[in-house]
């Protein structure tokens, strides 16, 4: 039987999520954009209410919640602003590779210090030259004794300058494309390990996305996750993992456009009567409506699916990929019904729809979404 019912606990996670990020993130997301400003104290209470690690199991410290869980945080935090959910979502796909694939000694080792305190991770697959087209990684690995030695430069990384553990996705042999394709866990202190040019973004500003440049980086060979050569099948599952997250702070953005959108519709008078009188804007509110709701449902879908140990490669680029574009739909419309107002920086909307686009480029353009899905419905 379908139950779309959530439990009390989740019902209870989700207020405390939702008014933590009203109350300490929303009033400064103004502030943090303009500045471009990566918030440490932000991270800090977030560790401090048990939120930083949410997805790790607890006997490694985190409290071990599921994929609709995170969800459900991810949309408040998206709701209040999308750089600040970014840090958070960032810390957590950075840590997944490790959960997914890290052994129980190395888990014991690094993640249960990670999570001992207010420490943020990073995933590193994209470089320059190689985005969509993860086979073309030119980051190396090369094994040396009992060492593996990493060099190479990671482009456009969350958290790339403030994180303390990354995930690093190096070849082994670039001769075998995605099949020589292996990934460690780095801390940050490694000599070798340096943050480089910080990026000016049009949105989600909050979030530190830098370079993050390897250059002779000694680690031990129990370092690697896996099996090894098999860090593409990794970075895939991470993905298929995190996507429905992603999705759920693109739906964030999108709830908070659309509430502003209505709030000003109800008490802009233009001739003789509130705009939410017009029908032409009432459509507009109704299809935001319609967007946000059904890109939630696709995302709770996703993550349930994930949780309940069901395949969900196809779902979850539904979801990431249906939530970024709405995003991206709901946010320009929201501009549109404040007029000249939403063009300005004393409205919010004009932030939301910065924010929104990156949704839909990262963690796997929209368009290689619909190529995964297109894939599994001719397969």
Not at 269 to 290: G, S, W
Not at 318 to 334: E, H, L, P, R, S
Request: proline share 4%; with cysteine; hydrophobic share 40%.
């Amino acid at each position: 039987m379908i139950d779309f019912s959530l439990t009390d606990e989740q019902r209870a996670c989700r207020k405390l999520v939702g008014d933590f990020a009203q109350k300490e993130i929303a009033p400064i997301a103004h502030e943090l954009d303009e500045e471009q400003r990566h918030s440490p104290e932000i991270v800090n209470k977030y560790f401090e209410i048990g939120l930083l690690h949410y997805s790790v199991p607890e006997e490694y410290g985190g409290a071990g919640l599921g994929s609709l869980d995170g969800c459900l945080f991810s949309e408040e935090l998206g709701a209040a602003c999308g750089g600040v959910a970014a840090t958070l979502g960032g810390n957590i796909l950075g840590l997944t590779p490790f959960q997914i694939a890290g052994s129980p000694e190395l888990k014991k080792e690094l993640l249960t210090t990670h999570c001992s305190g207010p420490n943020l991770a990073a995933f590193c697959l994209t470089e320059a030259d190689a985005g969509s087209d993860v086979a073309s990684i030119r980051t190396t690995a090369r094994p040396q004794g009992d060492e593996y030695v990493i060099n190479g430069t990671k482009r456009f990384i969350s958290n790339g300058g403030v994180a303390s553990l990354y995930s690093v996705f190096a070849t082994e042999d670039p001769q075998l494309g995605y099949k020589g394709i292996s990934v460690f866990m780095v801390p940050a202190e490694t000599p070798g390990v340096s943050s480089g040019k910080k990026e000016n973004k049009m949105g989600q500003r909050a979030t530190d996305t830098r370079e993050v440049i390897f250059e002779n980086v000694h680690i031990p060979i129990r370092y690697r996750l896996g099996e090894g050569n098999d860090g593409f099948k990794i970075a895939m599952m991470t993905l298929d993992e995190s996507r429905p997250g992603i999705g759920a702070a693109a739906v964030g953005i999108a709830r908070a456009a659309m509430e502003v959108a209505t709030a000003y519709a109800k008490g802009r008078i233009q001739f003789e009567k509130p705009i939410a009188a017009q029908q032409a804007i009432q459509f507009m509110l109704a299809d935001m409506a319609i967007k946000v709701d059904a890109a939630r449902l696709l995302c709770w879908h996703a993550a349930w699916l994930h949780d309940n140990e069901h395949r969900s490669s196809k779902e979850s680029a539904i979801a990431k990929c249906f939530a970024g574009d709405i995003a991206m739909q709901v946010t320009t419309d929201a501009v549109q019904v404040l007029g000249g107002y939403g063009y300005m920086k004393e409205y919010p909307v004009e932030k939301y729809m910065r924010d929104a686009k990156l949704h839909q480029i990262y963690e796997g353009t929209n368009q290689i979404q619909r190529l995964v899905i297109a894939k599994h419905l001719l397969s």
